[in-house]
């Protein structure tokens, strides 16, 4: 089954130890995004790829960034977790041609982040 | 600025009963999507049903509708005949057409369905 994928779906670092998460699909879309999730708040986007082109909204921290080497492939980097950044993160892929209903989000499960 | 307001932050409903969920939101852009989103205990976000707000009609996807209403900015949920697996958070969540396509989600409803 097409799906997207997050690894791990659990990840404990240590204060302002780097950290990197994955996501991979096999839906084939070109778009893909990040989104922050913390306890019992809405999910909140940090960025996404529109194939190659990187989107950052403008209020995520210098501390988070991102690569997507492949079509199939993006990754999170948090460069210097703080206790802040415990939350969960969602990987979703879109594509505008979908049918019957363009653009429309297909999330992974996510990876729980915790910070020690 | 585009918000997403979810007034609610936890329901209950007996199971085999109706619950309806409620959802303001404010934009000035005419053309746009709303969503519904389940996101049960430790599991993934889906897509429990999508509304284009150009279409005057209400979507209805099995045990599942929305009354929406455009001038209002209200986009309710209704859950017919609330099985246990539907307890979860609801998230509404809304989407410009155009540009980057970017969701943005209300803080959630969290549904309990009482067996």
């Known amino acids: 089954d097409a799906m997207v994928i997050q690894n791990p779906r659990y990840q404990v670092t240590q204060f302002g130890k780097p950290v990197t998460l994955s996501c991979s699909q096999t839906?084939?879309?070109?778009?893909m995004y990040w989104y922050q999730q913390k306890s019992s708040q809405a999910p909140k986007l940090l960025f996404h790829y529109y194939d190659k082109d990187f989107n950052n909204e403008a209020d995520t921290p210098d501390n988070f960034q991102s690569r997507r080497p492949n079509t199939s492939f993006c990754f999170l980097d948090i460069r210097s977790p703080g206790l802040g950044d415990a939350a969960m993160y969602l990987c979703a892929t879109s594509r505008p041609t979908t049918a019957p209903f363009p653009n429309e989000q297909f999330f992974g499960p996510g990876t729980r982040l915790t910070v020690l | 600025a585009q918000t997403v307001t979810q007034s609610q932050p936890e329901m209950s409903v007996q199971e085999a009963e109706t619950v309806t969920l409620s959802c303001t939101y404010d934009t000035s852009e005419s053309n746009y999507y709303l969503f519904w989103y389940k996101q049960p205990p430790s599991r993934q976000m889906i897509l429990v049903i999508r509304q284009e707000a150009y279409k005057q009609q209400n979507a209805t996807e099995n045990r599942f509708s929305v009354n929406f209403q455009k001038a209002a900015k209200s986009f309710s949920l209704k859950i017919s005949d609330s099985q246990l697996g539907d307890t979860a958070m609801y998230f509404c969540?809304?989407?410009?057409?155009?540009?980057?396509?970017?969701?943005?989600f209300g803080t959630g409803t969290r549904l309990t369905v009482i067996p």
């Open positions: 969540a809304f989407m410009i057409v155009t540009g980057a396509n970017n969701l943005f």
């Open positions: 839906l084939n879309h070109n778009v």
